[in-house]
């Protein structure tokens, strides 16, 4: 198995969404204020080459996206700007890695905002996992009200709602498998949305966090930061403090979609947490993994 960092362009927003000010409503609105651009930030996509068929964790973004500079949406015209050419979008670049369409059987979408659903099109003939809850707040008129863009979305998308079963992993009370050998699974990560969900790959003892947006970086996700865009400021705390706690057990190596270093970090297996001393500290050859799956 292995787990390839497909960079799908770059986005740029207001810092108050990456790290959020105040608090509530103020929280939220405050990406609208703040007159601070992030640097640019990558928009990475995952490919697990899994034994049972590749497994994609979010399609990255569409250079669709060059044209929302005339969007009516307020969010998408004047907060938000994008990078990306064509032969950056997911369909070419992993036919690069010798990947074609077929080959990947399963996509799971972690959430359906833009830079993460702008590759669906390259996926005809995947099955496509959503949350139930993330598919019913994103489409329609109220969806594209939202700031998602449902009227994107390829003609022939219809997602497999991703049910969890009660099965622990970790802190995390529900998980689903995405593998029959169950060492790839789903779990729920409410907070940038009411629905997001990661993706975890067991890999021996270390475990690679698949993360989509529950931070925007590794220092948030440890000081347990909220953003600007959560809904519900208690639910993302709850699963930042539940990711830390993973990553204090277990090897882990957490990997947001837009981290700058998340590419770096899973070439090298750089460890979060209290294992940050890296894959030969001896706290980390002394750890099982007693998971359940
Ligand atoms: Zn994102």
Redesign the pocket.
Same mark, same amino acid.
């Given at each position: 198995m292995q787990i390839h960092a497909i960079q799908t362009g770059l986005?740029r927003t207001k810092a108050a969404q990456i790290e959020g000010r105040g608090r509530g409503l103020l929280r939220q609105l405050a990406i609208f204020t703040d007159q601070n651009w992030t640097e640019w930030l990558p928009?990475y996509a995952w490919v697990i080459d899994h034994p049972e068929g590749v497994i994609v964790v979010?399609t990255g973004q569409g250079s669709y996206l060059l044209e929302m500079g005339k969007s009516l949406h307020p969010y998408m015209r004047w907060e938000a700007a994008f990078k990306i050419e064509r032969e950056q979008e997911i369909g070419p670049q992993l036919r690069g890695l010798g990947i074609t369409a077929r080959d990947v059987k399963k996509v799971v979408l972690?959430?359906l905002?833009?830079? +993460?659903d702008g590759g669906l099109a390259h996926f005809p003939s995947s099955k496509i996992f959503v949350a139930r809850g993330e598919l019913q707040v994103s489409k329609g008129f109220m969806g594209r009200v939202r700031g998602y863009l449902p009227n994107r979305w390829p003609s022939w998308f219809d997602p497999a709602p991703l049910d969890f079963a009660a099965e622990p992993f970790g802190p995390f009370a529900m998980s689903r498998r995405l593998t029959e050998a169950g060492d790839v699974l789903a779990i729920a990560t409410p907070g940038?949305t009411a629905d997001h969900v990661s993706v975890v790959v067991r890999d021996g003892d270390t475990i690679f966090f698949l993360a989509?947006?529950t931070s925007?970086n590794e220092q948030l996700m440890l000081a347990g930061r909220v953003d600007g865009i959560s809904p519900d400021e208690h639910i993302s705390i709850a699963t930042l403090h539940n990711i830390k706690r993973l990553a204090e057990r277990y090897p882990t190596v957490y990997l947001p979609? +837009?981290d700058p270093n998340s590419g770096a970090r899973l070439a090298s297996r750089r460890l979060a947490g209290k294992f940050a001393g890296g894959e030969g500290s001896p706290i980390v050859r002394a750890t099982k993994l007693t998971l359940a799956t």
């Open positions: 986005v928009i979010d972690t959430h905002h833009v830079d +993460h940038h989509g947006d925007y979609t +837009h």
